[in-house]
């Protein structure tokens, strides 16, 4: 096994093919069904984390970064991640950063949309606008003043015209005649006052004409001031869009939903920045965003604005801040921990104090221990900074009377711009990313980007050994129950032939009881010899049919019994063979995140319905007393000698006495052959139905067995993977 690290294409390539080989290996058909079975099953499963395997491997090659070293910042919605980099971006003069400012610059310059031409403009709308205010006051106030003379003077006018009048109807015909060569002196006056009235009215219209002038000229001054204003507040969206600042969030949670890069340069070191969607946005959104940015990723900014440790989540609703960092950066070789504290007025979170306070520090200190529990040796530590400030510190690309111009104003009245860089953290921050973490940038690439690679395969073996660990214990659990259903079945099998022999011999014994309590009752009424043996004969042929039936009988229901008894405990063993298969199925659907069939084929194993009709079959087939042949006594046996069948002449007791011995004779020799006739068929019948019942083990052992060949084809294949991970861990110094 050897892979060519150096080339990325050969790497991805490399470990692709291993995983053929590894999987290709199962592929040979065993003569063993169980095994055969065992090696489809497990290449089944191994065919599929092989193909998520070769998909990861795919994917990283599509997405990792051989030549730049990159960074991603990668945190919580809202932490200031775009913050932070927009102020190296400034700081650091980034390319693209340039233009943009540049950018900002020709569009300002161009429509002159400065702070100071906005105050101009607001002051040239005020003053023209309080001018013609006093304008119109004055107006007002002179139209109001030649109204009241006008109106005085016409009073006059119309009180002369009547007092002409009157004396006009007074006069006597000589002032008749005198008026008619000289004016009265009313007369006088009244066109005295007409030509005042004449010129009142001439000087209203010649004044109030030239304040209307003067105030259609403010006015015309005014809304030409006013559109001026306004044709420079609609440039400001226009300027505000190449303004600095146009990637920081506008507290919207998914308001970045692209992985954003900048390239860097300091030093003559390339390296870039990724800008990566906030982990708490909408999953389906930024999911795929994330995990490709921490492909190409070498190392990790993890950032926050709070010092607490991450919170944990309800496993069962949704995944906390902790577990996603660990599902999203336990690939990642190099993590860091930045804290952005939010700092609203640096004016008081910065003069003549400490970036971070004690109860902050030691709130961090928490943090980073469970981060090391989480990441172990790939955390690096704790950075602590605050960028707002910083930010408004190093640029005033903003829009005129924009939220961060208003910003910056409020933040440098008390300190210098480098002063407020230098106290927000930023300027040390990077220093650091100058002094440590560029530092053997390439060998840092090569290390990272293994690591990916060894991480998926980690993961599958994980998984694989939680799997296997499921099944070999699944394997266990079934060879328990496999022994204990044996032994209940061998216990049974003793116990049936235990209550066979026990029912055979009571039957027996109620046969001879039967006929000699029959044939007693005879040999009392005092019959003959040839009486007795016909009657006995007859009795003994009865009763053994008799015998035959309920021998058969309890036969039958002996079987049934072990029948039963031999179903239900191979059917609990079904049962919890199933149960204990789903339980493990479940499990290991759990650990692999889909759906999984063990296959174990229990039904398959456990056909025992034929086997177990074979023992009652078979057993009907030996045992059939029926088919005993009848045990008729000789002549002999109930001849009675000459001496005392005499004596039997003489003696009617003496003969009944020896009937009844004859009796108690044949029937002890007819029992003792039924006996012997039972003890053969046992014999003959018992080694059939064992040899039955060790099929039935052989099926009870076979899913036991098949898990445990699953197991150990699936470890197997594991371990290779672990080589195969360990091989990319030793030739890479990971």
């Not at 230098?422 to 840092?444: C, H, T, W, Y």
Request: some cysteine.
């Amino acid at each position: 096994m050897k892979l060519n690290i150096d080339d990325p294409s050969k790497l991805y390539r490399g470990v692709n093919a291993e995983l053929d080989g590894i999987i290709g290996e199962l592929t040979t058909e065993s003569y063993d069904e169980q095994l055969s079975g065992a090696q489809r099953e497990a290449h089944s499963l191994l065919q599929e984390h092989r193909s998520n395997l070769q998909d990861q491997m795919e994917v990283l090659e599509t997405n990792a970064e051989w030549d730049t070293f990159t960074v991603a910042f990668y945190g919580e919605t809202g932490a200031g991640k775009s913050t932070i980099i927009e102020t190296l971006r400034v700081l650091l003069r980034e390319d693209s950063k340039l233009k943009d400012q540049e950018a900002f610059r020709d569009f300002q310059n161009k429509y002159k949309l400065t702070i100071q031409r906005l105050d101009g403009l607001h002051h040239e709308v005020e003053r023209l606008g309080q001018e013609l205010e006093d304008l119109r006051d004055k107006h007002e106030e002179a139209s109001a003043n030649y109204e009241k003379l006008s109106a005085e003077s016409s009073d006059k006018i119309a009180k002369y015209r009547e007092l002409i009048l009157e004396q006009k109807r007074t006069a006597s015909l000589w002032q008749k005649f005198l008026h008619l060569f000289r004016k009265m002196e009313e007369e006088l006056a009244l066109a005295r006052e007409e030509q005042q009235l004449r010129k009142i009215e001439a000087e209203s219209e010649s004044r109030l004409w030239a304040l209307n002038e003067q105030k259609t000229g403010l006015e015309n001054q005014l809304a030409e001031a006013r559109n001026n204003l306004q044709e420079f507040r609609e440039r400001l969206p226009e300027l505000e869009a190449l303004a600095d600042g146009g990637i920081i969030g506008d507290g919207r949670s998914d308001f970045t939903r692209r992985t954003q890069r900048f390239d860097f340069s300091v030093a003559g070191q390339g390296f870039a920045l990724l800008d990566v969607p906030g982990i708490e946005g909408t999953e389906r959104l930024i999911a795929e965003e994330i995990e490709t940015a921490l492909q190409a990723a070498h190392a990790v900014f993890y950032v926050t604005n709070q010092p607490t440790p991450p919170q944990t989540g309800d496993q069962e609703l949704r995944k906390g801040t902790l577990e996603k960092i660990k599902t999203h950066l336990g690939a990642s070789t190099e993590v860091w921990c930045v804290f952005n504290k939010k700092v609203i007025n640096p004016k008081y979170a910065l003069k003549d104090r400490p970036l971070i306070s004690e109860d902050e520090y030691a709130s961090l200190q928490e943090l980073e221990g469970k981060m090391v529990e989480q990441l172990g040796a790939h955390f690096q530590g704790v950075r602590p900074l605050t960028a707002l400030p910083a930010f408004l510190a190093a640029t005033d690309h903003f829009a005129p009377d924009s939220q961060n111009a208003r910003r910056r104003k409020k933040a440098l009245s008390e300190f210098a711009a480098d002063q407020l860089v230098e106290l927000s953290g930023v300027e040390a921050f990077i220093r650091q990313i100058q002094d440590s973490l560029l530092e053997g940038s390439k060998q840092k690439i090569r290390r990272a980007n293994l690591f990916k690679v060894k991480d998926a395969l980690d993961k599958t073996a994980v998984v694989l050994d939680q799997v296997g660990e499921g099944i070999s214990e699944l394997a266990s659990n079934l060879r328990l129950g496999e022994q204990s259903s044996k032994k209940q079945i061998r216990s049974g099998f003793s116990s049936f032939r235990k209550r066979l022999e026990s029912s055979a011999e009571t039957s027996i014994a109620r046969f001879s009881s039967d006929v000699l309590n029959e044939v007693y009752s005879e040999i009392v009424d005092d019959i003959s010899n040839d009486a007795f043996k016909t009657k006995l004969e007859q009795l003994i042929e009865t009763h053994q049919q008799r015998l035959s039936e309920r021998l058969k009988k309890a036969m039958v229901k002996e079987i049934e019994r072990f029948e039963k008894e031999t179903e239900n405990i191979v059917k609990r063993f079904e049962d919890k063979s199933r149960e204990l298969t789903d339980i493990y199925t479940t499990i290991a659907s759990a650990d692999i995140d889909r759906d999984f069939d063990l296959k174990l084929d229990i039904d398959n194993g456990l056909r025992l319905t034929n086997l177990l009709a074979v023992i009652v079959g078979g057993a009907l087939l030996w045992w059939n007393p029926a088919a005993w042949p009848v045990l008729l006594m000789g002549a002999a046996s109930v001849v009675v000698g000459a001496y005392k069948a005499v004596r039997g002449f003489l003696s009617s007791n003496y003969k009944k006495a020896q009937q009844r011995k004859a009796a108690d004779e044949n029937l002890r020799n007819i029992t003792e052959k039924l006996r012997e006739s039972l003890q053969e068929s046992l014999e003959q019948g018992l080694p059939e139905m064992e040899k039955t019942i060790s099929e039935i083990e052989q099926a009870l052992a076979r899913p036991a067995n098949k898990a445990r060949a699953h197991a150990d084809l699936i470890n197997k294949s594991n371990t290779k993977i672990k080589a195969l991970s360990g091989m990319i861990e030793a030739t890479g110094a990971l």
